[in-house]
């Protein structure tokens, strides 16, 4: 008598099916998806704004010109501020503003740091408060920055050597 090999073949591939699966679930569980904020806000929060959030934005940069100032591929050694360029465009002059700096790594938000509130520098930048080394790799610094009811976030990324 012949044996038939295909009820075991099937079994096995059932298996091999739960195995997959059941590797899947386990990997996706201990690697969460992490959100990305804006200037610490939550995601739920900019999708929510997101109309206001780019009204804001334009209506800032026709009034203000805005930037980081330095090296955006620095030494970890030599990154230990952020400095923010803040001009009104009619008056070419340096506005009070709240100005409030961040720094995190793109996709992930377990290394944010809070810098706090700015202060202006003798040269006239807006400052934030020293921070430790950081890791080497890409780096993004964003800066809240309120003038009245105009407030814009803006973000630019740096590669730590």
């Not at 099937?10 to 569980?29: G, N, P, Q």
């Not at 959100?35 to 929060?45: A, I, S, Y």
């Not at 009204?55 to 203000?64: G, I, N």
């Not at 790594?105 to 020293?130: C, M, N, V, W």
Request: with cysteine; aromatic share 12%; glycine share 4%.
């Amino acid at each position: 008598m012949n044996k038939n090999y295909w009820p075991m073949g099937i079994f096995l591939l059932a298996m091999a099916v739960v195995c997959l699966i059941t590797l899947t679930l386990k990997t996706a569980i201990s690697n969460p998806v992490e959100l990305q904020g804006m200037c610490q806000w939550k995601p739920q929060e900019v999708d929510e704004r997101a109309n206001e959030i780019t009204q804001k934005r334009q209506q800032f940069l026709e009034k203000y010109a805005i930037g980081f100032i330095g090296d955006k591929t620095p030494d970890s050694s030599e990154f230990q501020h952020l400095f923010l360029s803040l001009i009104a465009k009619q008056t070419h002059s340096i506005p009070e503003a709240k100005v409030l700096f961040f720094l995190t790594r793109p996709h992930t938000t377990r290394e944010d740091i809070d810098l706090g509130e700015g202060e202006i520098s003798d040269l006239f930048f807006y400052q934030s408060k020293a921070f430790d080394t950081l890791k080497k790799g890409r780096w993004q610094a964003e800066a809240y920055v309120e003038i009245g009811e105009d407030f814009i976030c803006f973000t630019e990324e740096f590669e730590i050597r």
